[in-house]
Each structure stands twice: as C-alpha cells, then as structure tokens.
T-cell receptor, first 117, second 115 residues
C-alpha cells in the first residue's frame, strides 16, 4: 500500500525568507503524481504544485518549487520569499497515474506553516 | 466556473441521528470524490464516482454510510445512526478525467459534530 509521511508537524519562517517542507512516500509503482496542497485556516484546500513522476525536471510555480528525488522517494516543497498569506497547513499527496485508476489521493499528516512578520 | 460547493458547511447532531450532506461539483467534471478529515490530520479517501457510478469504497465507509450521485451531477453522503467517532470534516472534490489535467478541486467541506 502507498503511504505518505510528513515528519514536520509544524514549521515557522520569517516573512521574506525561504522554507522547505519535507515529504517522503512509499510505493512500488513507477507512474504516479505527487502534489502539495495548501489548506488555510477555515478555508478550502487548494493545489499548490504537482509533479509527474516520469518527469525529471522539478516543478515550479512562481515562489513554489519542489525537489523531487524519485529514487529516495522524497518530495520537498520550497517556498521562497515567504508571505503572510502562505500561513496554512500544507499536505503532501500521492496518486497513481492513469484514467483506469481511481485517482484517489493519499495524503500525509500535514505540516502547519507559521509565517512571522 | 463556480467551483465545488458543499452544503451545509456545519452540522451539529445528536448521536443516533441521520445526517445528509450535499456536494455540487464543477459542472463539467465527471469524477467526484468524498474524503474525511479529522482534526490535525490529512484527508482520507472514502469513495468516488465516475459519472453516476460508484466505483470504489474505502474500508472506512461502514454500512452506516451511503453515497449517491444521481444523473452524474451532485452527490449526497448520508450517515445513519451517527456516532461520536463520525465527527470530522467531510470534503468533496471533483475532477475531469480525460481532460488536459485531472487535478482534483476541493469544496469547503462540511464540518460534522456529533454530540
């Protein structure tokens, strides 16, 4: 069975600084997606960034980038120039690729990010 | 694109009562997912629909839970004889399989409190 582990329950960063959130996963599959979702307090979950496992190039979305290490099964999120609005719970998630699969997401336990002004 | 909506946003009920939640997905999305999220944890998959067909149910979905998606549009999740352990946030997500991207978009959730 696939599992996702986030070993940092809480992280804090100074505004304008850079922070990295860690995620490891376990799977025997080779074709899958990895995601980082952001869940602000009392607000809905939104997608931050996604990575296809077959792509060697790390995904980037503005201030957000990932370090995808397939062999190590590691998928960390780097947030540059942190802003107060980045404060939220961040979830790492995995799902198999392919329309024949359920597409269900398997989530980690989450990391609460605090941004200090 | 109005996004995924869920109703109600909050529900407080007494143990043993039945509750029903509704999810309206993004209109052209053919897949709809239900997840449950307990406080401080990541969401856990409950079930999903492709159009009107319910194709998978998690072991978490006991016999007291039932979900429907008539006509492949909105979905309902019913919990019968609620227990305190059912207290959680119930999240709905939808996606378009076969499109350019099949990203799941989440609704705001329904927070259930069972007294």
């Amino acid at each position: 069975a696939q599992t996702v582990t986030q070993s940092q329950p809480e992280m804090s960063v100074q505004e304008a600084e850079t922070v990295t959130l860690s995620c490891t996963y376990d799977t025997s599959e080779s074709d899958y997606y990895l995601f980082w979702y952001k869940q602000p307090p009392s607000r809905q979950m939104i997608l931050v960034i996604r990575q296809e496992a077959y792509k060697q190039q790390n995904a980037t979305e503005n201030r957000f980038s990932v370090n995808f290490q397939k062999a190590a099964k590691s998928f960390s999120l780097k947030i540059s120039d942190s802003q107060l609005g980045d404060a939220a719970m961040y979830f790492c998630a995995y799902r198999l690729h392919g329309s024949s699969n359920t597409g269900k997401l398997i989530f980690g336990q989450g990391t609460t990010l605090q941004v200090k002004p | 694109d109005t996004g995924v909506s869920q109703d109600p946003r909050h529900k407080i009920t007494k143990r043993g009562q039945n509750v029903t939640f509704r999810c309206d997905p993004i209109s052209e999305h053919n897949r709809l997912y239900w997840y449950r999220q307990t406080l401080g944890q990541g969401p856990e998959f409950l079930t999903y629909f492709q159009n009107e067909a319910q194709l998978e149910k998690s072991r978490l979905l006991s016999d007291r839970f039932s979900a429907e998606r008539p006509k492949g549009s909105f979905s309902t999740l019913e919990i019968q004889r609620t227990e305190q352990g059912d207290s959680a946030m119930y999240l709905c997500a939808s996606s378009l399989v076969g499109g350019r991207t099949d990203t799941q978009y989440f609704g705001p959730g329904t927070r259930l409190t069972v007294l």
